[in-house]
Structure formats: structure tokens, C-alpha cells
């Protein structure tokens, strides 16, 4: 956690850290160089979401992709890491082009390049050819 | 693990349910030197609901790192790959030590033969009668399997619209936000284009994620409390990323469409529940999902006779999560619904280690002590607890109970106490609990060994009714 | 040409198709919905009343003790569950005492079988969750339940294994009659798809629908005003609340509702009684559902309706006269009316049936009995088998061996025995109906999509096809992925 700082003027934005099911309550608010306070947080992994969710904020996409030869005709996906939040439907119409062939794997991947974020979409499930 | 070509005579742990809570068990089991243990599972696959669960946030816990909830089965099954665990697809468990009875067997009168019951004697190990399983599978056919313990796993169902009564049409697109997520996630069918959800829980709101990637429109999600029943997280990344309100203390008090749905009435409640008149408005919607609470599936376990907590809706169970039935044991979604897979795996495993000893003839000892609810508890898991001996060889220092509970409210700032009859043993404090998320405590067994009184109570207490008890 | 053509397969038109099929005759039947029983039939209290209740010497009267009594025989050679259970009517006052002495007496001059008046403390040894307010009832036992929808499948079933024309999803738009100067001798019925139908004989047996039928042929002597009555399903654990089908004393105020087992184990709990506009308003409204609930607690006070598992709604045929109609219109001595089927049609079904046959020999039917009818009808129902014949069953068939209605314990052969049955259902409703598959607790949560996949499989349509009840009831609108198809490939 940062330091405190007092004499602040700009108002302190209320966050809820998504990172773990703990869900903490964050408070984060602006110091005079420009830098972000982060309070509220039970770890350090909450001050980099807070300060991401300000800046850049980013997603972990979870999805299907079609697949041929499977016992199912969807296979779940996700992106390997997370992209940027305003890239999502973005890729979910570059994900709705493609069609894997069983059999796949978990962990195979899916796609190289998500939405132009250069990460990759990643099967999260063994599926075998029938 | 491997499937199963033939039944053995006699299995020492029969775990019904091969989903997170089934594999984790069996896993335990095998790991404490049980050599015979089968897993039923119903689908033709093994892993559970976490089949469709394709979202990630599972496993931060038990496999410390993020995973979807295939990747978390896929997981579970690799841990089993190296051992011997036995596991039978297909098949549906009809029946627990007793025969099938099927309630409407009379209204075809006389028709039906009585099945025969044989009686089957003491196991060497156990000193019991080993327990029977009733199953019926395509490859097998209907089958009796014996094993000296039995595990339940087979998880909780989502309630549907029946139990809360929602008055209006009964047209196509209203379903369990499960059922919908089977859909979308397993089928690749979308289930509507403008849609509504009733209920805050968890799988509401992912699913009102889920469909809004797949390009559907959630015009709202709709909670009956004034709180949110899921994770804090959810709320964020499920409806506040896109846009989606939560309309907390409405619910929906009509449906309409003869053959479709068409649209859906909401109103405010108030502090009672009850629809406040006047406070209508309506979605033209053609799907409802419901997320409107998860019931341990228990019917098993009720024919078998083994005795359910009303709270929970799953079977009373002890700290090695055995139920009243010796042998029989329970755990994960069908001893009560959690909210994170991880805990489920947890428990289980403790399930999987009892019924492995259990099997060799080394059941559980000690004392047991129910532990009371008190003010704002709604339940706790193990419901009640065994006490070891002061001077037992088994009052291990470092030894602890693991203890599940949840609240009946949310409140801020509330310390947790345990008291042994008048005396509180120990406080905890935390800054918020919520109905929503299951809390757990560690209690130390040397807290408890000179336990007295022969009853626990847990209870919450503001820090000013600490003062007031202080006082008294 | 017809000899014979029913309008409407609930329960009435059912009972009429299988009496007549047992004659030498060419039978149609034309059904609005896409299945049988999708009226009333299907949404009412599933009980074979004693008959205690209809006025002495009315035909209502008449009709139901014959009607049940045919029904113990048919229900037996077509194997349909049905359970004696008796039932009670319930006093709460001394004026509720009164009535049900004049029950009684009523039942008496009914021919109704082993009545008896019975003492509070006699009625809590048959019921011991009765309220204490009860003060006395009036035991009916020969009072039984069915299956409602099963029975008029049944009946169906065994009409269309004999040679009967069953065309479902087509109602009638217009009907001519004949003309015997233009040298038609017959019916001209134009159905909802636009297909034209000769036959020399009507029955109109349309439930709720009965009058606008009727009035296609220029018939105006009834009128239809519908009352809708709700209900609770509650779940199996409940089914043991009470034994008997418990009536409340007929009051001034109301007939009170019922709490009774049903035939699968469920308890049912209803229902009001509400005048409606639309025939085919089936929609459930909170304050009714409320009323019935406050009720039904007048006679047990442990009902568990936390043990709720569906509401639904059924529209009763309540016609402008105070008994059934059962006559020729006064249109043509062959179209004969089966109208006014309210409480308790259910019980007398098969008699009004029999009445109608007797009708349409006046009108100049020549009835002749078959030879070679086959009167037999068995269901597999895997649960209720022994585990030897469970498996003897699977090593035949191992669809016999997936359940796939886990509630119900209903198994996949079962669901494609009955969509290649008599008379295939073609939704996941009809389904239920048809084999009780996602009739159980969580009402068809978890089985729905499996039975979706096994209905397209079967019947050869395509996913999107398949519907929950009705033509239009849709459950998927469109592939996730709409794109794919012109996707690329990876």
C-alpha cells in the first residue's frame, strides 16, 4: 500500500478489485505528481489492478470457438492473458471466423493474434475427433 | 484412473458424482491407501458443471493460479491420471441401501413385481454390513455395488420458477440461467435477443456477460434483496463493463407471451419482499433467465433415510464430513451450496481422506458436540464436531476443524464468537460478511479439548454487544 | 370421406375417437394444437370423482358414475396409472355438516358406492394432518386419481393403432354442412392449413372452443364462458401430506380447492375459480395463487409450499347451461355437440363418449363392432421394474440404461419409444406429457437441452426446430457464432 497523502483535493474513485473472489473495496485517488494512491487493497496484486483499471484497463476473455469432428460444436477458449477491455467485442467477431478440427487440446492454441493484441486465444478443454 | 470393465466384489470407497467435489475425494481417497475406489458419474463425461462454466477465476485457491472451470476439471483429472481410481460413465446411482421405490408405483396396481431384498452380512474391516449402491448403466445394466464407504457427490440443481412463484404465461424463454449456459457454452445456441435475468447470484451474472458477447442484449439484472447475492468481482466485470443495471429489491411479477415470451413485468419490493404497487415497468424481452438459488441434490440421500439439515439442505454432517449414516459421507455442493469451487475441492479431499480410514476400519472417535447457531448464523458445516480426549494420542497440536458458516445478513464490522456454554472461547473479527460468501474458520483443536458444556455456539456480535456481554 | 369426424382430442374427443374405433368406420380427428390433451386436459385436478356432487338425475350425474366406473376398465386395459384413493369432504361449521349430509344423501340417489359421514376424530385417523378446525367430513372412497394427460393419450394411442387418422396442429376454420341438393351428403371441414375434409358425422368436442365451432355451421343454442382455475405442483417429498383427495365443503361463497396426491407421487393444491374473456387465458396471477394457498391452509396446516415446483392454469369449458351438453345441434342431427365439458368431464369422459355414439346411431351411424381390434396398450416405465427386469430390458436396448430425466428417473429409451409411439409428441412438453420426462423438481433444468438434442435426433429436425410447446415456442433463436459458416478455417 502507498503512503498516505493528505491535502488532496481531486476526489477519490471507488473501485471493487476483481483480481481474486476476495473482491476488495479500493479507494484510489490522485497525488499531485501524477502517481495513484491505492487503499483498500489485501495484497499488492489489487494496487496494480487499481492503477491498470485507471489507466489501461484490461480483461481476460473467456469464449467458444467452433469446432468440427468433436462431440460438441463449441470448444472453450480464453485469452492467454488479459486485453484490453475495449478489445472484446473486437474479438469475439475475429473468434466467430474461426473453426478448430478436433482433436484439440488443453492449453493448444487457438489463434496468435487476439484483436491485434498479439495474445493468444488458448483451448481450455481436451476435446477428442469422433 | 480407468474405466471400469468389471464391477469388483467389493470397493472400499464408492463416490457418487464425478464432478470437482467427486475427483477431489477420490484423489484423497486413493492418496490414503485406498485401492478400491470407483467413481459413478451420470454424463458421459467426468468433470461436473465445470463443464459448462467456461469462465475463468476458479482455482486461485486449491491449484494457485487462475483457471476456466474445464481447465479446473482437467486439472482434477490429471491428478488422478497416476492412480488406480476406477470411473463409470453413463451411469445413473437409482438408489442407497435401500431398493429403488419410486413414489406412483401403486396407480398401476398389481402390475408390478416386488423387487427382493437380500441381507448381506458384517464386513471384516468396518464390522458393518458393506453399503449398496443401486445403479443402472448402458453397458451394465442395473447393478447393486458394494463398498465398505460411500460418497456423496452429486453436487445441487438450480431452483427453478416453480419455487418462487412467479405468476403469469408459461411461453418459451424463460429458463435456469444453468440451463441457458448449457446452451450457449455446450449446444453453441444463443437462447434469446433481448433478455432479462432475475437474480444476482453468480451464474446470473456471468451468463449476463456470456450472452452479451455472443451479441444478445441484457436489459437488466433484477435481485429481490437489497444486495447482491454475488462476488463484488462479478458485479463489476459481468454488468458494470457493459452497461447492464441491477435493479436491487425488484423481482419480476409477470410474465408475458403465449408461445414466446414477449415481455416481462418488474416491480420494486419492499423491506417485506412484497411488490410495491405502482413501481411496474416493462421489458420487452423474448428470454428470462432465472438465477434464483442452487438446492443440494438430496434425494438419494433422503431415501436412504440419512438425516438432512433444513438450513443447509444437505445432510448433518461431522468434521470428517461423515453423515449420521456410518460410512456414508458427504461433500461439496450436495452437503451445501459454496460459493467457490476451491473450498469444494478442499473439503472433499477431508471427505475422501475419512472414508479411506473409514474403510479400513478406522472411523472417526471423541465426543460429538453439536455446534449451535446463534444470533445471525444461518448454518455452519461440520454441524457438529467430535472432541478428542484430553491425553488422546489423536489431540494433535497443530490439528484444526475447518469450519463453514454462513450469515443470515450482510453487516459491517462484526466479530464471530464461539462460546462452550457461557464461556466464549474464541472472537474473530472481520470488516464485512455477506449471506452471499461462505465464511470459514480454522478452530484449533487444543481450543476446544476442555470443552464442557456439550454444546458449541457460534454467534455474531456488533462490537457493542461484545461491550454488553462484557458487561453482564 | 370420413364416416366420422372429431373436432378437438382432450380428453372428450379422445374417449369419443376410442369408442369409435372399435367400429368399423373411417374416424378423423382434427386437433388445433400439436398434441393431444393440450387444453383443458391437461390443466385441471386429475381426479375421478365419486360422483356425490352433480344433481340427481342430471346427466352430469348420470354421466359421471359411469364414467368412472368405465374408467377403472380402461385404465386397466391401457395401462394408465390410476389410483383409488378416496377422498374426503371436509366441514369446518356446523353448516358445512349440513352439507355434507346433503352430499350424502346426494350420492346415494346417485348410486355412489360406500359413502360414509365421519366424525372429526374419525377423519384425523385416516388424515392426521387435518387442520382442528375440521369438524367433520364425508368419506367417498371409491373416489380415484389418474393421470389425466396419459388417459386421453391412451385412448388416442389405441384409436390410432386401429386405423384412426389423428392430424395434429390443424384446427377448423370452417365447416359447410351437407347439402343434399347439391348432392352432398357430407361435411365439408376446412382446416387450419387449408386442407378440405368430407365426412358424414361431426363431433364437436373443441373444450373452451366448443361454441365457435359451433357457430361455423350457423349453431348459436350455447355459449362457452370460461373460468380459469390455478394450482400448485408441489414436489414428491410433499406427496406423502396427505393420503385422500381433500375437497372443501361447497360453500355459498365457493367450492373451496383440493389438496390431493397425484398419480406420480406430487401433491396438488387448487383451484380457483375465475371468470375469463379469452378461452385460451392460462396465464397465473399472484393474488389467485395467494387465495388458493390461504385455502388449501384451511385444511392442512402443513402444506410445504417451499416444495413448490409449478403453478399452472386451466381454463374450464363452463357453458350458459348448468349441465353437459351432449346433443345433435339443432343445425343437423349429425353433428352432435359435446359441450359444456366442466367438472367433473374428466370422470365422465368415456360415458359422454358412449352417449354420443348413441346419437350418431339415431342420427343413422351403422355401428358395426371390429373384429380384430387391438385393445392393448403397454408402457415401459423403467423405474417401476425390478432390477433383474431393468437389466434384461438394457442388455435388449441400452438406451434403457442412460437416464436422462434424472428426477424422474426417465431413461432415453423410454423418450424414443414414445416419439416413435401412436401419436409422437414434438416438443419437450409433449414429452413430459407423454413419458413424464422433465416433470419432475427441477422441471426440465437439467434434462431439457439433453431431451432438445434427442427430440431432433429422432424426429429428424433440425435443433432450432424443436419447441417447448405450441408451434412458435421456440427455444434457441440462433447459433452462437452466427459467422462461422463463411469463416475461415485454422
Same mark, same amino acid.
Given at each position: 500500500?502507498?503512503?498516505?497523502?493528505?491535502?488532496?483535493?481531486?476526489?477519490?474513485?471507488?473501485?471493487?478489485?476483481?483480481?481474486?473472489?476476495?473482491?476488495?473495496?479500493?479507494?484510489?485517488?490522485?497525488?499531485?505528481?501524477?502517481?495513484?494512491?491505492?487503499?483498500?487493497?489485501?495484497?499488492?496484486?489489487?494496487?496494480?489492478?487499481?492503477?491498470?483499471?485507471?489507466?489501461?484497463?484490461?480483461?481476460?476473455?473467456?469464449?467458444?470457438?467452433?469446432?468440427?469432428?468433436?462431440?460438441?460444436?463449441?470448444?472453450?477458449?480464453?485469452?492467454?492473458?488479459?486485453?484490453?477491455?475495449?478489445?472484446?467485442?473486437?474479438?469475439?467477431?475475429?473468434?466467430?471466423?474461426?473453426?478448430?478440427?478436433?482433436?484439440?487440446?488443453?492449453?493448444?492454441?487457438?489463434?496468435?493474434?487476439?484483436?491485434?493484441?498479439?495474445?493468444?486465444?488458448?483451448?481450455?478443454?481436451?476435446?477428442?475427433?469422433? | 484412473?480407468?474405466?471400469?470393465?468389471?464391477?469388483?466384489?467389493?470397493?472400499?470407497?464408492?463416490?457418487?458424482?464425478?464432478?470437482?467435489?467427486?475427483?477431489?475425494?477420490?484423489?484423497?481417497?486413493?492418496?490414503?491407501?485406498?485401492?478400491?475406489?470407483?467413481?459413478?458419474?451420470?454424463?458421459?463425461?467426468?468433470?461436473?458443471?465445470?463443464?459448462?462454466?467456461?469462465?475463468?477465476?476458479?482455482?486461485?485457491?486449491?491449484?494457485?493460479?487462475?483457471?476456466?472451470?474445464?481447465?479446473?476439471?482437467?486439472?482434477?483429472?490429471?491428478?488422478?491420471?497416476?492412480?488406480?481410481?476406477?470411473?463409470?460413465?453413463?451411469?445413473?446411482?437409482?438408489?442407497?441401501?435401500?431398493?429403488?421405490?419410486?413414489?406412483?408405483?401403486?396407480?398401476?396396481?398389481?402390475?408390478?413385481?416386488?423387487?427382493?431384498?437380500?441381507?448381506?452380512?458384517?464386513?471384516?474391516?468396518?464390522?458393518?454390513?458393506?453399503?449398496?449402491?443401486?445403479?443402472?448403466?448402458?453397458?451394465?445394466?442395473?447393478?447393486?455395488?458394494?463398498?465398505?464407504?460411500?460418497? *456423496?457427490?452429486?453436487?445441487?440443481?438450480? &431452483?427453478?420458477?416453480?419455487?418462487?412463484?412467479? #405468476?403469469? @404465461? /408459461?411461453? =418459451?424463454? %424463460?429458463?435456469?440461467?444453468?440451463?441457458?449456459?448449457?446452451?450457449?457454452?455446450?449446444?453453441?445456441?444463443?437462447?434469446?435477443?433481448?433478455?432479462?435475468?432475475?437474480?444476482?447470484?453468480?451464474?446470473?451474472?456471468?451468463?449476463?456477460?456470456?450472452?452479451?458477447?455472443?451479441?444478445?442484449?441484457?436489459?437488466?439484472?433484477?435481485?429481490?434483496?437489497?444486495?447482491?447475492?454475488?462476488?463484488?468481482?462479478?458485479?463489476?466485470?459481468?454488468?458494470?463493463?457493459?452497461?447492464?443495471?441491477?435493479?436491487?429489491?425488484?423481482?419480476?411479477?409477470?410474465?408475458?407471451?403465449?408461445?414466446?415470451?414477449?415481455?416481462?413485468?418488474?416491480?420494486?419490493?419492499?423491506?417485506?419482499?412484497?411488490?410495491?404497487?405502482?413501481?411496474?415497468?416493462?421489458?420487452?424481452?423474448?428470454?428470462?433467465?432465472?438465477?434464483?438459488?442452487? *438446492?443440494?441434490?438430496?434425494?438419494?440421500? &433422503?431415501?436412504?433415510?440419512?438425516?438432512?439439515? #433444513?438450513? @443447509? /439442505?444437505? =445432510?448433518? %454432517?461431522?468434521?470428517?464430513?461423515?453423515?449420521?449414516?456410518?460410512?456414508?459421507?458427504?461433500?461439496?455442493?450436495?452437503?451445501?451450496?459454496?460459493?467457490?469451487?476451491?473450498?469444494?475441492?478442499?473439503?472433499?479431499?477431508?471427505?475422501?481422506?475419512?472414508?479411506?480410514?473409514?474403510?479400513?476400519?478406522?472411523?472417526?472417535?471423541?465426543?460429538?458436540?453439536?455446534?449451535?447457531?446463534?444470533?445471525?448464523?444461518?448454518?455452519?458445516?461440520?454441524?457438529?464436531?467430535?472432541?478428542?480426549?484430553?491425553?488422546?494420542?489423536?489431540?494433535?497440536?497443530?490439528?484444526?476443524?475447518?469450519?463453514?458458516?454462513?450469515?443470515?445478513?450482510?453487516?459491517?464490522?462484526?466479530?464471530?464468537?464461539?462460546?462452550?456454554?457461557?464461556?466464549?472461547?474464541?472472537?474473530?473479527?472481520?470488516?464485512?460478511?455477506?449471506?452471499?460468501?461462505?465464511?470459514?474458520?480454522?478452530?484449533?483443536?487444543?481450543?476446544?479439548?476442555?470443552?464442557?458444556?456439550?454444546?458449541?455456539?457460534?454467534?455474531?456480535?456488533?462490537?457493542?454487544?461484545?461491550?454488553?456481554?462484557?458487561?453482564? | 370421406?370420413?364416416?366420422?369426424?372429431?373436432?378437438?382430442?382432450?380428453?372428450?374427443?379422445?374417449?369419443?375417437?376410442?369408442?369409435?374405433?372399435?367400429?368399423?368406420?373411417?374416424?378423423?380427428?382434427?386437433?388445433?394444437?400439436?398434441?393431444?390433451?393440450?387444453?383443458?386436459?391437461?390443466?385441471?385436478?386429475?381426479?375421478?370423482?365419486?360422483?356425490?356432487?352433480?344433481?340427481?338425475?342430471?346427466?352430469?350425474?348420470?354421466?359421471?358414475?359411469?364414467?368412472?366406473?368405465?374408467?377403472?376398465?380402461?385404465?386397466?386395459?391401457?395401462?394408465?396409472?390410476?389410483?383409488?384413493?378416496?377422498?374426503?369432504?371436509?366441514?369446518?361449521?356446523?353448516?358445512?355438516?349440513?352439507?355434507?349430509?346433503?352430499?350424502?344423501?346426494?350420492?346415494?340417489?346417485?348410486?355412489?358406492?360406500?359413502?360414509?359421514?365421519?366424525?372429526?376424530?374419525?377423519?384425523?385417523?385416516?388424515?392426521?394432518?387435518?387442520?382442528?378446525?375440521?369438524?367433520?367430513?364425508?368419506?367417498?372412497?371409491?373416489?380415484?386419481?389418474?393421470?389425466?394427460?396419459?388417459?386421453?393419450?391412451?385412448?388416442?394411442?389405441?384409436?390410432?393403432?386401429?386405423?384412426?387418422?389423428?392430424?395434429?396442429?390443424?384446427?377448423?376454420?370452417?365447416?359447410?354442412?351437407?347439402?343434399?341438393?347439391?348432392?352432398?351428403?357430407?361435411?365439408?371441414?376446412?382446416?387450419?392449413?387449408?386442407?378440405?375434409?368430407?365426412?358424414?358425422?361431426?363431433?364437436?368436442?373443441?373444450?373452451?372452443?366448443?361454441?365457435?365451432?359451433?357457430?361455423?355451421?350457423?349453431?348459436?343454442?350455447?355459449?362457452?364462458?370460461?373460468?380459469?382455475?390455478?394450482?400448485?405442483?408441489?414436489?414428491?417429498?410433499?406427496?406423502?401430506?396427505?393420503?385422500?383427495?381433500?375437497?372443501?365443503?361447497?360453500?355459498?361463497?365457493?367450492?373451496?380447492?383440493?389438496?390431493?396426491?397425484?398419480?406420480?407421487?406430487?401433491?396438488?393444491?387448487?383451484?380457483?375459480?375465475?371468470?375469463?374473456?379469452?378461452?385460451?387465458?392460462?396465464?397465473?396471477?399472484?393474488?389467485?395463487?395467494?387465495?388458493?394457498?390461504?385455502?388449501?391452509?384451511?385444511?392442512?396446516?402443513?402444506?410445504?409450499?417451499?416444495?413448490?415446483?409449478?403453478?399452472?392454469?386451466?381454463?374450464?369449458?363452463?357453458?350458459?347451461?348448468?349441465?353437459?351438453?351432449?346433443?345433435?345441434?339443432?343445425?343437423?342431427?349429425?353433428?352432435?355437440?359435446?359441450?359444456?365439458?366442466?367438472?367433473?368431464?374428466?370422470?365422465?369422459?368415456?360415458?359422454?363418449?358412449?352417449?354420443?355414439?348413441?346419437?350418431?346411431?339415431?342420427?343413422?351411424?351403422?355401428?358395426?363392432?371390429?373384429?380384430?381390434?387391438?385393445?392393448?396398450?403397454?408402457?415401459?416405465?423403467?423405474?417401476?421394474?425390478?432390477?433383474?427386469?431393468?437389466?434384461?430390458?438394457?442388455?435388449?436396448?441400452?438406451?434403457?440404461?442412460?437416464?436422462?430425466?434424472?428426477?424422474?428417473?426417465?431413461?432415453?429409451?423410454?423418450?424414443?419409444?414414445?416419439?416413435?409411439?401412436?401419436?409422437?409428441?414434438?416438443?419437450?412438453?409433449?414429452?413430459?406429457?407423454?413419458?413424464?420426462?422433465?416433470?419432475?423438481?427441477?422441471?426440465?433444468?437439467?434434462?431439457?437441452?439433453?431431451?432438445?438434442?434427442?427430440?431432433?435426433?429422432?424426429?429428424?429436425?433440425?435443433?432450432?426446430?424443436?419447441?417447448?410447446?405450441?408451434?412458435?415456442?421456440?427455444?434457441?433463436?440462433?447459433?452462437?457464432?452466427?459467422?462461422?459458416?463463411?469463416?475461415?478455417?485454422?
Amino acid at each position: 500500500m502507498l503512503e498516505e497523502n493528505s491535502g488532496q483535493s481531486a476526489p477519490a474513485r471507488e473501485l471493487v478489485c476483481i483480481i481474486c473472489p476476495r473482491g476488495c473495496q479500493l479507494s484510489v485517488q490522485e497525488n499531485p505528481d501524477g502517481s495513484l494512491a491505492v487503499h483498500g487493497n489485501a495484497c499488492p496484486r489489487g494496487q496494480t489492478y487499481a492503477i491498470k483499471e485507471l489507466t489501461a484497463p484490461s480483461r481476460t476473455l473467456t469464449t467458444t470457438v467452433r469446432i468440427k469432428s468433436a462431440a460438441l460444436p463449441v470448444v472453450p477458449v480464453k485469452s492467454q492473458a488479459e486485453i484490453p477491455k475495449a478489445k472484446l467485442f473486437e474479438a469475439m467477431q475475429q473468434i466467430s471466423h474461426l473453426v478448430l478440427t478436433a482433436p484439440v487440446k488443453r492449453g493448444s492454441v487457438a489463434l496468435t493474434d487476439l484483436a491485434g493484441t498479439g495474445i493468444s486465444l488458448i483451448v481450455t478443454r481436451d476435446m477428442e475427433r469422433v | 484412473m480407468k474405466a471400469v470393465k468389471q464391477l469388483r466384489d467389493c470397493y472400499d470407497v464408492l463416490i457418487i458424482g464425478g464432478g470437482p467435489a467427486g475427483l477431489a475425494a477420490a484423489r484423497a481417497a486413493w492418496n490414503d491407501g485406498a485401492r478400491q475406489v470407483l467413481i459413478i458419474e451420470r454424463d458421459s463425461v467426468p468433470g461436473g458443471i465445470l463443464n459448462q462454466c467456461i469462465h475463468n477465476g476458479f482455482g486461485l485457491h486449491y491449484f494457485h493460479e487462475e483457471l476456466t472451470g474445464p481447465e479446473y476439471a482437467g486439472r482434477c483429472l490429471d491428478e488422478l491420471a497416476d492412480t488406480g481410481v476406477e470411473l463409470l460413465l453413463n451411469t445413473m446411482v437409482l438408489s442407497l441401501d435401500e431398493l429403488p421405490q419410486e413414489p406412483g408405483r401403486e396407480a398401476l396396481g398389481g402390475l408390478l413385481p416386488e423387487p427382493v431384498q437380500e441381507s448381506l452380512s458384517p464386513d471384516l474391516l468396518t464390522g458393518r454390513p458393506p453399503h449398496r449402491v443401486f445403479a443402472a448403466s448402458p453397458e451394465l445394466g442395473s447393478v447393486c455395488i458394494k463398498s465398505r464407504a460411500v460418497i *456423496l457427490a452429486m453436487g445441487c440443481r438450480e &431452483r427453478s420458477r416453480g419455487a418462487i412463484q412467479i #405468476p403469469g @404465461t /408459461r411461453p =418459451a424463454g %424463460v429458463l435456469t440461467a444453468g440451463a441457458a449456459q448449457r446452451y450457449v457454452n455446450l449446444e453453441g445456441w444463443q437462447i434469446g435477443r433481448r433478455v432479462v435475468i432475475l437474480g444476482s447470484g453468480d451464474i446470473g451474472l456471468i451468463m449476463a456477460r456470456r450472452l452479451t458477447l455472443e451479441g444478445a442484449r441484457v436489459l437488466a439484472c433484477v435481485e429481490l434483496m437489497p444486495y447482491s447475492s454475488g462476488l463484488l468481482r462479478n458485479l463489476v466485470q459481468c454488468l458494470d463493463d457493459f452497461g447492464i443495471p441491477l435493479l436491487l429489491s425488484h423481482t419480476v411479477t409477470d410474465i408475458r407471451g403465449r408461445r414466446r415470451l414477449t415481455g416481462v413485468t418488474v416491480s420494486q419490493v419492499d423491506e417485506n419482499r412484497q411488490p410495491v404497487s405502482g413501481s411496474e415497468q416493462d421489458f420487452d424481452c423474448d428470454a428470462l433467465l432465472l438465477s434464483v438459488g442452487l *438446492l443440494p441434490e438430496n434425494e438419494l440421500t &433422503r431415501a436412504a433415510h440419512i438425516p438432512l439439515d #433444513p438450513r @443447509t /439442505r444437505g =445432510a448433518y %454432517v461431522y468434521e470428517n464430513m461423515e453423515t449420521a449414516s456410518a460410512g456414508v459421507f458427504a461433500c461439496g455442493n450436495v452437503a451445501h451450496v459454496h460459493d467457490l469451487v476451491d473450498y469444494v475441492s478442499e473439503e472433499s479431499q477431508r471427505a475422501g481422506q475419512a472414508a479411506a480410514a473409514y474403510a479400513r476400519g478406522q472411523g472417526i472417535s471423541g465426543r460429538a458436540i453439536p455446534i449451535q447457531h446463534g444470533s445471525g448464523i444461518l448454518y455452519t458445516v461440520p454441524q457438529s464436531i467430535h472432541i478428542k480426549a484430553a491425553g488422546d494420542g489423536q489431540a494433535d497440536r497443530d490439528a484444526a476443524y475447518n469450519l463453514f458458516f454462513r450469515v443470515t445478513r450482510p453487516q459491517q464490522q462484526v466479530r464471530i464468537a464461539l462460546y462452550d456454554g457461557d464461556r466464549c472461547l474464541k472472537r474473530w473479527t472481520k470488516p464485512s460478511v455477506a449471506p452471499g460468501e461462505m465464511e470459514r474458520l480454522k478452530l484449533p483443536q487444543t481450543l476446544l479439548k476442555d470443552c464442557g458444556s456439550g454444546s458449541l455456539t457460534l454467534t455474531l456480535e456488533h462490537p457493542a454487544v461484545k461491550e454488553a456481554t462484557a458487561n453482564a | 370421406m370420413f364416416d366420422c369426424t372429431i373436432i378437438g382430442c382432450g380428453i372428450t374427443g379422445a374417449a369419443a375417437a376410442y369408442l369409435l374405433s372399435h367400429y368399423d368406420l373411417k374416424l378423423l380427428v382434427l386437433e388445433a394444437s400439436n398434441d393431444v390433451a393440450n387444453g383443458s386436459t391437461k390443466a385441471n385436478s386429475a381426479i375421478l370423482h365419486a360422483g356425490f356432487d352433480p344433481e340427481p338425475g342430471s346427466l352430469m350425474a348420470r354421466a359421471n358414475v359411469r364414467g368412472v366406473e368405465m374408467a377403472a376398465e380402461i385404465c386397466r386395459r391401457l395401462d394408465v396409472p390410476r389410483l383409488n384413493c378416496g377422498a374426503l369432504v371436509l366441514a369446518f361449521s356446523p353448516d358445512d355438516l349440513h352439507t355434507i349430509r346433503e352430499l350424502y344423501a346426494r350420492g346415494l340417489a346417485n348410486a355412489v358406492p360406500g359413502l360414509r359421514l365421519l366424525s372429526a376424530v374419525e377423519a384425523r385417523q385416516l388424515e392426521p394432518y387435518l387442520a382442528d378446525t375440521v369438524t367433520g367430513a364425508l368419506l367417498a372412497p371409491s373416489s380415484s386419481i389418474v393421470d389425466p394427460w396419459e388417459y386421453a393419450l391412451a385412448m388416442t394411442e389405441t384409436a390410432v393403432k386401429n386405423g384412426l387418422v389423428l392430424a395434429l396442429g390443424r384446427g377448423v376454420r370452417e365447416i359447410k354442412l351437407p347439402d343434399a341438393a347439391a348432392g352432398k351428403d357430407y361435411f365439408e371441414l376446412t382446416d387450419s392449413q387449408g386442407q378440405r375434409h368430407q365426412s358424414r358425422y361431426v363431433i364437436n368436442a373443441a373444450g373452451v372452443h366448443s361454441d365457435q365451432v359451433h357457430a361455423m355451421i350457423g349453431g348459436h343454442n350455447f355459449r362457452i364462458h370460461p373460468v380459469r382455475g390455478q394450482y400448485f405442483l408441489l414436489d414428491k417429498n410433499a406427496g406423502h401430506t396427505c393420503r385422500h383427495t381433500l375437497f372443501q365443503c361447497p360453500t355459498a361463497a365457493g367450492k373451496g380447492v383440493l389438496v390431493s396426491p397425484t398419480v406420480h407421487g406430487n401433491l396438488i393444491i387448487g383451484p380457483d375459480a375465475e371468470a375469463v374473456a379469452d378461452p385460451d387465458n392460462t396465464a397465473t396471477t399472484a393474488e389467485a395463487l395467494e387465495y388458493v394457498r390461504r385455502m388449501a391452509l384451511r385444511s392442512l396446516n402443513n402444506i410445504p409450499f417451499g416444495e413448490n415446483i409449478r403453478n399452472f392454469a386451466g381454463v374450464r369449458a363452463q357453458s350458459d347451461r348448468p349441465d353437459f351438453i351432449v346433443e345433435a345441434s339443432p343445425q343437423s342431427p349429425r353433428f352432435i355437440n359435446l359441450a359444456g365439458i366442466k367438472s367433473p368431464g374428466l370422470s365422465a369422459a368415456p360415458a359422454i363418449a358412449e352417449m354420443a355414439l348413441d346419437l350418431l346411431a339415431q342420427a343413422g351411424l351403422a355401428l358395426k363392432r371390429r373384429a380384430d381390434y387391438d385393445d392393448s396398450r403397454r408402457r415401459i416405465r423403467f423405474r417401476y421394474l425390478t432390477p433383474a427386469q431393468q437389466s434384461e430390458l438394457i442388455a435388449a436396448d441400452p438406451r434403457y440404461g442412460h437416464v436422462v430425466c434424472r428426477c424422474e428417473t426417465i431413461t432415453e429409451g423410454e423418450i424414443v419409444a414414445a416419439l416413435h409411439g401412436p401419436v409422437p409428441p414434438r416438443s419437450l412438453d409433449a414429452v413430459k406429457r407423454h413419458c413424464n420426462a422433465g416433470s419432475g423438481r427441477c422441471q426440465g433444468s437439467f434434462c431439457g437441452p439433453r431431451i432438445h438434442e434427442i427430440i431432433a435426433r429422432e424426429l429428424g429436425l433440425p435443433y432450432d426446430a424443436v419447441t417447448q410447446n405450441e408451434d412458435g415456442s421456440y427455444i434457441v433463436t440462433e447459433p452462437t457464432k452466427g459467422n462461422s459458416d463463411k469463416g475461415v478455417t485454422v
